[in-house]
């Protein structure tokens, strides 16, 4: 198994593909949340995956914002209960330092998650929201 970071100008169109239908059978198949995935952000994110032989264990994207944070999103596992999650998102935060130099780290986080999140050192920093009618919370990593 291995992390592989590109920016999606170095991703295959097999690469691409894998990651799309990962996600899309984590937030729409699994989570009976049909949305819009594709939002245009792909093309200024890096991405993120743990891979083993070909298969995508856990994914996330990341990019600067504006403001001088990092953000992490699309945040999946496609195994759970064998710490792929805490792997993703201990590289996630070490690719962001690296790549972006941020003040912090930003995340919008499905609230049923908030624990793990706070493992990686992330605080609540809003009022649970609704996206796609999924319960959520804005969380920040301070660097």
Not at 44 to 62: C, V
Not at 67 to 85: F, H, P, V
Not at 87 to 93: F, V, Y
Request: proline letters at 3%.
């Amino acid at each position: 198994m291995n992390f592989i970071l590109k920016n999606f100008d170095e991703l295959s169109t097999k690469e691409l593909y894998e990651i799309l239908k990962a996600r899309m059978a984590v937030f729409v198949v699994e989570q009976s949340c049909p949305y819009q995935d594709i939002d245009g952000n792909d093309y200024t994110s890096h991405h993120l995956w743990l891979e083993d032989n070909g298969t995508i264990k856990a994914y996330l994207r990341l990019f600067k914002m504006e403001n001088g944070m990092a953000r992490l999103g699309r945040i999946i596992t496609t195994e759970r209960g064998k710490g792929y999650g805490a792997m993703l998102i201990s590289e996630g935060i070490t690719s962001a330092k690296r790549l972006f130099a941020p003040y912090a780290i930003y995340i919008e986080a499905q609230s049923y998650a908030i624990g793990f999140y706070e493992k990686a050192g992330f605080k609540v920093c809003s009022e649970p929201f609704l996206d796609d009618g999924i319960p959520h919370v804005k969380m920040i990593l301070k660097i």
